[in-house]
Structure formats: C-alpha cells, structure tokens
C-alpha cells in the first residue's frame, strides 16, 4: 500500500496552523448567528406582523438554498455590484454568520413555543411586563429545550465550515489541500485533517454533554 | 366591586360569552357553575383580560377596564388567578416563586417581599416548603402555593378557575379549606367550579351558566333547592 506519513512530518505546523483560522472565524461566525438568530427569534415569537414576515423570509431563504452558493455569492457575486473587493475572512464570517442565524432562530422560537402556556398566563396574570416574563420566567425554561438543539448546530456549523476553503480562506481544510498538491499525496494530509476536525467536534461534543448536564441538576 | 354590562366574546364564528350582565360586590364569594363548554372560564379569564372580550363592557370599581386606554398589567396587579393546572414557575423555589411578582411588579423590598411569602406560605400550611422546587410537591401542595402567589400582589379580587379539578381526590379538601378560609377574610372571590359542596357552603352567590349565557343567578339555598330554569334543574339533577 502506498501509504507514507512521514512525508508530510515538515507540513504538520503549516496544517496545524489552520485549527487556528478555523477556530477564529467559525466562533466569529457563531457569535454573530447568535446575536442575530436571538434578534430573529424574537421578532418571530411577538404578535408583530412587520416583524415577523421579514424574519420568516429571511430564514426561509437562507435554509431554503445551499451554503456555498451563499458563499459564492457574498464572496465572488456582491463584490460585482460595489466594486468591492470583500476579503475572505468577512465573506466567511458573514455566509457563515447570516446562515447561521437562520437555524439558531428556528431553534430559539421552537425552544421558547415549547415552554406551557400557562407560564405566560401566569405571568400576565400577575401583572408581570413583558420582559421580565421574557427574562426571567420563559427563557430560562426555554433554555433547556435550545441548548441540545444549539450545540448540535454549533458542531454542524464547525464541520461545515472546510467549504470556506473554496473561497480561498486559509483554514483545516484549504491547507491540507495545498499540502496534497504539494506532496502529490492527498490521503496522509487529508486524513491528518480528519483527525484533527474529529478532535475539535469531539471537543465542542463533550462540553455540550457537560452543560446539558449542568442544566439537568435544576429538574 | 365588579361589574359586566352585555359581555360577550366570539372566537372567529362560535360565540362562547352572550351578554353578560352582572354585579359582583365586595366581599362577595360567588361559584359561577355549569356544564363544561358553558363559557365559565372564558367569563372568569375575561374578567382579568387574558381574554380580550368581543363587546360590552367591565368595570373595576369604578374604572372602565375594556376600555383601550386601560394599561392591563395595571388591572391584573389587582386581581389575582388561580389556574386549574397550578402554572408555577418550575425553576423557582416555592419562596421565590410567591415573592417574584411583588418585587418586580410592585418593587417591594426583597427582605419584606419575603417575610410576606413566608406569612402567606404559613397561611396555607406550606411553610416547611419555602425552599422546595414546584416538582417535588403533591398538587394540592402545588395548588395551594398558587394561592399564596395570587395572594402576594395583594389583590383584591381573586379568581379561581376550576382550582381542584386537576387534582386527585384526597387533595381537594386541603384546597378548599384554604379557600373556605380566604372567603372568611371577607377577600372578593369568582370560583368557577364542580364542586356543589363548596357552591352551597361557602358561596353567598351561585352564577349557572349554560352555553355562555347567564341563565340563573340567585342566592345558594333558593338556586339548589329550586332552580327556576329547566337547564338548572336538569344540570343539578346530573350532578347532585
């Protein structure tokens, strides 16, 4: 078998180099479908009309098309429109970020419509306002029903992130590429970086198991 | 204390409240009773506007409460509601779930919010409870916390909207018995309810209600030993 790893023993720190380009922008991209996801969310859940369209069209477009044409677009397409020239880590981060905050948005309300009804009657019943029934009566409840959903995207969303190696964005992924093309040899780099993707969600897995388990001891 | 005026309430075509017209006075206990689909809840939960009411009108003494201007968390501080399925908030203590409102609503102190819990939780037997989550109670337990949570706004009307009919039978009496007290604190009570015993003990008013009409009202005696319309004799007859 023609299987040789100590050819690509000089590359390992040029790949390795990538966990950290990886990491930077796929926690940039998470935090940014957070914020906005959590702002969808809840224009979803109010009894706003204006609101709760644009936020519906949004996640509808953004899950109803594939991510890299989302990419391809923000990265190659726009740029056309302004005369732009968008560098790799902003398209990354807002493909990324804006698909993100589709799903994270559907998590979030389906998370919060779970929650009784009665908790929200109650609340109002006592005269409780808006948000502080929000804050401290409906999202904490809440919370248990998004966090397994939510570390589930998070971990797809890092997974999914080799694709930014399209646009050209130094990542895991584009660097075991480049290391093949290199050495002729594809098998040792891309395994390596296999492992190293394995290591990352299982990581990003067992701190989601730790939380949940956190969450648990309140019941 | 409580007043309707023609009160009536449709979801989309099926009308469920048809002309409401009643006065409720102070002190008064009065079990609004019925067949199940009667309109009894939605009356009670229009009374504290959970419900938005179709048409008529409610007044709280002497304030219009239907109308737009009215800020109804405003109106709910005054009322209390005990639901048929209890609501408490699963991840507070019993304590915290008593003193919450009072400290965010009427932004009482947080160390007299809690002398007041404890006062109510006492008042209704539960004070080996106060640091017990909602789950490990029984339902009456659950039911009588509920109580103690309306309680700790203060109002001055309470509602209870079947209060005893989630629970298993050896838990009503301890419900009741709080409620028997309550009515003895001369507290302003609406109980929608099954329980006739209650009705006929405790109430000084029975409202019978049928296909959301109020078709009886009358004092307990003359409403159980002669109702005047046929539906009210043939309901008692049912469950009597």
């Given at each position: 078998?023609?299987?040789?790893?100590?050819?690509?023993?000089?590359?390992?720190?040029?790949?390795?180099?990538?966990?950290?380009?990886?990491?930077?922008?796929?926690?940039?991209?998470?935090?940014?479908?957070?914020?906005?996801?959590?702002?969808?969310?809840?224009?979803?859940?109010?009894?706003?009309?204006?609101?709760?369209?644009?936020?519906?069209i949004?996640?509808?477009?953004?899950?109803?098309?594939?991510?890299?044409?989302?990419?391809?677009?923000?990265?190659?397409?726009?740029?056309?429109?302004?005369?732009?020239?968008?560098?790799?880590?902003?398209?990354?981060?807002?493909?990324f970020?804006?698909?993100?905050?589709?799903?994270?948005?559907?998590?979030?309300?389906?998370?919060?419509?779970?929650?009784?009804?009665?908790q929200?009657?109650?609340?109002?019943?006592?005269?409780i306002?808006?948000?502080?029934?929000?804050a401290?009566?409906?999202?904490?409840?809440?919370?248990?029903?998004?966090?397994?959903?939510?570390?589930?995207?998070?971990?797809?969303?890092?997974?999914?992130?080799?694709?930014?190696?399209t646009?050209?964005?130094?990542?895991?992924?584009?660097?075991?590429?480049?290391?093949?093309?290199?050495?002729?040899?594809?098998?040792?780099?891309?395994?390596?970086?296999?492992?190293?993707?394995?290591?990352?969600?299982?990581?990003?897995?067992?701190?989601?198991?730790?939380?949940?388990r956190?969450?648990?001891?309140?019941? | 204390?409580?007043?309707?005026?023609?009160?009536?309430?449709?979801f989309?075509?099926?009308?469920?409240?048809?002309?409401?017209?009643?006065?409720?006075?102070k002190?008064?206990?009065v079990?609004?009773?019925?067949?199940?689909?009667?309109?009894k809840?939605?009356f009670?939960?229009?009374?504290?506007?959970?419900?938005?009411?179709?048409s008529?009108?409610?007044?709280?003494?002497?304030?219009e409460?239907?109308?737009?201007k009215?800020?109804?968390?405003?109106?709910?501080?005054?009322?209390?509601?005990?639901?048929?399925?209890?609501?408490?908030f699963?991840?507070?203590?019993?304590?915290?779930?008593?003193?919450?409102a009072?400290?965010?609503?009427?932004?009482?102190?947080?160390?007299?919010?809690?002398?007041?819990?404890?006062?109510?939780?006492?008042r209704?037997?539960?004070?080996?409870?106060?640091e017990?989550y909602?789950?490990?109670?029984?339902?009456?337990?659950?039911?009588?916390?509920a109580?103690?949570?309306?309680?700790?706004?203060?109002?001055?009307?309470?509602?209870?909207?079947?209060?005893?009919?989630?629970?298993?039978?050896?838990?009503?009496?301890?419900?009741?018995?709080?409620?028997?007290?309550?009515?003895q604190t001369?507290?302003?009570?609406?109980?929608?309810?099954?329980?006739?015993?209650?009705?006929?003990e405790v109430?000084?008013?029975?409202?019978?209600?049928?296909?959301?009409?109020?078709?009886?009202?009358?004092?307990p005696?003359?409403f159980?030993?002669s109702?005047?319309?046929?539906?009210a004799?043939?309901?008692?007859?049912?469950?009597?």
């Open positions: 078998m023609n299987l040789d790893f100590s050819q690509i023993v000089p590359s390992i720190p040029f790949i390795l180099e990538g966990i950290g380009a990886t990491l930077k922008f796929v926690s940039v991209s998470i935090l940014f479908g957070l914020l906005l996801g959590t702002i969808l969310a809840l224009c979803k859940i109010g009894n706003k009309k204006w609101l709760k369209w644009p936020a519906d949004y996640t509808s477009i953004f899950r109803g098309t594939p991510l890299i044409l989302q990419l391809m677009i923000i990265h190659y397409a726009v740029p056309q429109l302004f005369l732009y020239d968008i560098p790799v880590f902003l398209s990354a981060v807002l493909a970020g804006l698909n993100s905050a589709a799903y994270v948005s559907e998590i979030i309300r389906a998370g919060i419509m779970a929650v009784d009804k009665g929200v009657e109650a609340a109002e019943a006592l005269g306002p808006y948000r502080p029934m929000m401290n009566i409906i999202l904490p409840q809440a919370l248990k029903n998004i966090l397994p959903a939510m570390m589930n995207e998070f971990i797809t969303l890092t997974k999914e992130s080799a694709l930014v190696s646009i050209g964005y130094m990542d895991l992924m584009r660097r075991a590429e480049i290391v093949g093309a290199q050495l002729y040899r594809n098998f040792e780099p891309l395994l390596f970086a296999g492992v190293i993707y394995w290591v990352m969600i299982f990581i990003l897995t067992n701190i989601g198991s730790w939380v949940e956190r969450l648990r001891q309140s019941d | 204390m409580i007043k309707t005026m023609e009160l009536t309430k449709n989309g075509e099926s009308i469920v409240l048809k002309n409401i017209t009643t006065t409720i006075n002190g008064e206990v079990a609004v009773i019925g067949p199940s689909g009667s309109g809840s939605t009670l939960r229009c009374l504290n506007l959970l419900e938005d009411p179709s008529g009108h409610i007044w709280l003494k002497d304030e409460i239907t109308s737009l009215v800020n109804k968390l405003q109106v709910r501080k005054n009322i209390g509601m005990v639901f048929q399925h209890f609501h408490l699963p991840h507070m203590t019993v304590l915290e779930n008593v003193m919450y009072p400290v965010k609503v009427k932004h009482m102190k947080k160390e007299l919010a809690e002398k007041n819990a404890k006062e109510l939780l006492a209704v037997g539960l004070i080996e409870k106060v017990a909602p789950n490990r109670l029984s339902g009456g337990q659950k039911q009588r916390v109580i103690a949570r309306a309680l700790g706004m203060d109002p001055e009307i309470m509602l209870f909207d079947e209060p005893t009919s989630a629970l298993d039978p050896e838990m009503v009496k301890e419900v009741l018995d709080v409620m028997k007290d309550l009515a001369g507290m302003t009570m609406i109980v929608v309810t099954h329980e006739m015993n209650f009705a006929k109430a000084d008013k029975i409202i019978f209600m049928d296909e959301g009409k109020l078709m009886e009202e009358a004092e005696q003359s159980f030993k109702p005047k319309t046929k539906r004799k043939d309901f008692l007859a049912k469950v009597l």
